[in-house]
Nanobody, 117 residues
C-alpha cells in the first residue's frame, strides 16, 4: 500500500500563487504517471496536469502557462506550482501516482484551494 500526503492548499486572492506538494511513501523514481486532478463545487473531477516517467508533461487548457508540475525524486514529492490563480481554480486538488509494477494507482486525500477576493 502506498500513501500520498498532500499539502500546500489554502485561501488566496485572485492573481496569487500556491505550491501544492504530494509526498509519497514509495520512491517516485520508478513511477510511471504523476498527476494532479481537481474537483470544483458541483463539478466532475478533472485532470489538471500530468508528468510521465520520461518527463513529458501535459496540462489542461485552462491552466496552461499558469501551472507547472514537477518532481523531486530525492524527497519522493510531486509539486504543482500554481500562479495567476483565478476564482475558477477553486477546488479540491488531488494527486494521483501510478507505478508500472502495480495494477492500480494511488490517490491522495485532497487539499482545498480557494481563490477569492
Amino acid at each position: 500500500q502506498v500513501q500520498l500526503v498532500e499539502s500546500g492548499g489554502g485561501s488566496v486572492q485572485p492573481g496569487g500563487s500556491l505550491r501544492l506538494s504530494c509526498a509519497a511513501s514509495r520512491t517516485i523514481f520508478s513511477a510511471y504517471r504523476m498527476a494532479w486532478y481537481r474537483q470544483g463545487p458541483g463539478k466532475q473531477r478533472e485532470l489538471v496536469a500530468q508528468m510521465l516517467s520520461g518527463g513529458s508533461t501535459n496540462y489542461a487548457d485552462s491552466v496552461k502557462g499558469r501551472f507547472t508540475i514537477s518532481r523531486d525524486n530525492a524527497k519522493n514529492t510531486v509539486h504543482l506550482q500554481m500562479n495567476s490563480l483565478k476564482p475558477d481554480d477553486t477546488a479540491v486538488y488531488y494527486c494521483y501516482i501510478t507505478w508500472p509494477t502495480m495494477a492500480l494507482g494511488f490517490w491522495g486525500q485532497g487539499t482545498q484551494v480557494t481563490v477569492s477576493s
